[in-house]
T-cell receptor, first 113, second 115 residues
């Protein structure tokens, strides 16, 4: 079946602009995660959604970052007033349930000029 | 604090040679351990995972890893490397903090394979 998909695959923006990144999880997966991967580094956890429960936003680096998810479907990660340090690959993952293996999408490569 | 260390940033091996990628973790409870591989332009693919039981875990593509609690290690091995194994490898530790599997990743090891 289809895996996790993300769009756009690449995004170039100017400092100060807002960006929206989209994640389509695997159908039927109730849990969804966002991670950030800076150049040469491992992944940093950003936010976690599980069904209709309140999301865990403990990894969001600032209030410029927010994410939404409608039910158990698509999620969007929004970065407001982008800064150069926001340049990274943003990865989305989903899992069948909260304690199951996470499957990752290909990521969105964000470059802030 | 919970952390994962992958001491080797880059490793180069010849095709057909054996491979071992190191991973050390710091975790306050029984860890759940993972190895993921990331090829250029691809998302992360799960190679193998350890939750409990046999400490030697077999994964896809001929990889295996051994959990050694006394050494806080979960090293990845492959007896004979293929050119297609060139990629970046990430070790991750997780646990059911807050009721879900929050993964903490190492910085990765980039593997190059010489013909």
């Amino acid at each position: 079946g289809a895996g996790v998909s993300q769009s756009p695959s690449n995004k170039v923006t100017e400092k100060g602009k807002d960006v929206e990144l989209r994640c389509d999880p695997i159908s039927g997966h109730t849990a969804l995660y966002w991670y950030r991967q800076r150049l040469g580094q491992g992944l940093e956890f950003l936010i976690y959604f599980q069904g209709n429960s309140a999301p865990d936003k403990s990894g969001l680096p600032s209030d410029r970052f927010s994410a939404e998810r409608t039910g158990e479907s698509v999620s969007t990660l929004t970065i407001q007033r982008t800064q150069q340090e926001d340049s990274a690959v943003y990865l989305c993952a989903s899992s069948l349930a909260s304690q199951e293996t996470q499957y990752f999408g290909p990521g969105t490569r964000l470059l802030v000029l | 604090a919970q952390s994962v260390t992958q001491p080797d940033i880059h490793i180069t091996v010849s095709e057909g040679a054996s491979l071992e990628l190191r991973c050390n973790y710091s975790y306050g409870a029984t860890p759940y351990l993972f190895w993921y591989v990331q090829s250029p332009g691809q998302g992360l693919q799960l190679l193998l995972k350890y939750f409990s039981g046999d400490t030697l875990v077999q994964g896809i593509k001929g990889f295996e890893a051994e959990f050694k609690r006394s050494q806080s290690s979960f090293n990845l091995r492959k007896p004979s490397v293929h050119w297609s194994d060139a990629a970046e490898y990430f070790c991750a530790v997780g646990g059911f903090s807050g009721g879900y599997n929050k993964l903490i990743f190492g910085a990765g090891t980039r593997l190059a394979v010489h013909p």
